[in-house]
């Protein structure tokens, strides 16, 4: 037998001995803390020494059925009119701009938009997701391209050709990697928005990467980001308190969290110092808090980490929300940026 057969079992058994592992795990006993951490501690190791690639839960294989597609391109649809809600500005103000979108997923419909608006350049840049092409995706770009207006149409057709399959970089780059690796090919300074879904919170040295994200983008520019702040259901869909994940001691939620995309335990507080200390205009919209008893929280807080137990009760039960921040220096570049 080949090495490169050898090594392809020896990954698979890596593989179905984990799966069955967490079977046993889940028929045994749900709610052992133990085992959720044992469990996330497994995955950990296996991405880190490259048994597997993706994010727990991800998609290996997307379902070229129209309701994927479809529901997928609503969600894109959503998301793209919530960045400029969310920034308070119109369609027409992305006209001539350069943006990155932070983690978009499994498909590149939230870019096709801003380049149908008119925007110069999309970077996406995915560091678990690759970009890949298939039946779900021409079905999605299709579909993309009759809702939007028929003035964008040609912005649209210059960035992709569905029939193809490939887009054209100078309109969506795609880097499938860190965002670290965005400092060396993209100029300090050069960027009007910077947005992401559900992404930041996924993000472990976050603080560092808000610093080159802020590198990155001019002044008067914006950053959009939808941050989750809940535990993804770690202990919470067991019955835990959705504070549980607050009380893992530092160095074990790292080795369990860091390379499997769990959350990264900043709440909104951390944001809200973070953004201040940069001098920024930032607000937090749509905010959506747990709808707990002061009880219940003060029954988990003593055994919080210490940063966690100091929390203020309203930032402690915010489980959501969109951050926008604009960054200080010039209001407007040349007509770029029109409110809404
Ligand atoms: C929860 S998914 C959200 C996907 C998409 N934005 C959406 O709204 O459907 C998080 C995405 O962020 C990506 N991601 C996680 N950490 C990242 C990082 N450090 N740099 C770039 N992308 C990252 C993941 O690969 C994944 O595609």
Redo the contacts with the bound molecule.
């Keep these: 037998m080949k090495q490169h057969q050898v090594e392809r079992l020896r990954r698979n058994d890596l593989i179905d001995a984990t799966r069955k592992y967490e079977m046993l795990c889940c028929m045994r006993d749900r709610k052992s803390r133990l085992r959720i951490i044992a469990t996330l501690l497994v995955h950990s190791w296996l991405r880190k020494t490259g048994v597997l690639e993706t994010?727990i839960s991800?998609n290996k294989t997307l379902n070229p059925g129209e309701d994927r597609a479809k529901r997928?391109l609503e969600?894109a649809l959503a998301?793209f009119q919530a960045y400029l809600d969310q920034a308070g500005v119109t369609a027409d103000s992305v006209s001539g701009s350069r943006i990155i979108?932070?983690?978009?997923?499994?498909n590149s419909a939230?870019a096709l938009q801003f380049i149908a608006a008119g925007a110069r350049q999309v970077i996406c840049?995915?560091?678990?997701?690759p970009r890949s092409f298939s039946a779900y995706h021409d079905k999605l770009y299709g579909m993309l391209r009759t809702r939007l207006p028929a003035a964008h149409g040609h912005n649209f057709d210059a960035a992709i050709n569905i029939e193809a399959r490939t887009f054209n970089p100078e309109r969506i780059l795609y880097i499938h990697?860190?965002?670290e690796s965005l400092r060396l090919i993209v100029q300090d300074g050069s960027v009007d928005f910077i947005v992401?879904?559900?992404?930041i919170e996924?993000?472990?040295d976050v603080e560092t990467?808000l610093d080159q994200m802020c590198a990155l983008l001019r002044p008067g520019g914006y950053m959009i980001h939808?941050i989750d702040f809940c535990d993804y259901g770690l202990f919470s869909r067991y019955g835990y308190s959705p504070f549980e994940f607050l009380t893992i001691p530092e160095w074990i939620y790292r080795a369990m969290a860091e390379a499997t995309?769990q959350p990264n335990r900043r709440l909104i507080d951390a944001y809200r110092n973070k953004f201040n200390a940069l001098g920024y205009d930032t607000r937090f919209t749509d905010v959506v808090s747990y709808h707990l008893s002061e009880e219940s929280i003060a029954e988990i807080r003593p055994r919080l980490l210490p940063r966690f137990r100091k929390i203020a009760t309203e930032d402690l039960a915010v489980s959501g929300a969109y951050l926008v921040a604009r960054k200080p220096g010039l209001r407007e570049r040349e007509g770029h940026v029109r409110s809404a």
Aim: no cysteine; aromatic share 10%; proline share 3%.
């Design positions: 994010q991800a997928d969600n998301t979108e932070i983690g978009p997923g499994v939230v840049v995915d560091k678990f997701v990697g860190g965002f992401s879904n559900a992404v996924e993000i472990y990467a939808k995309g």
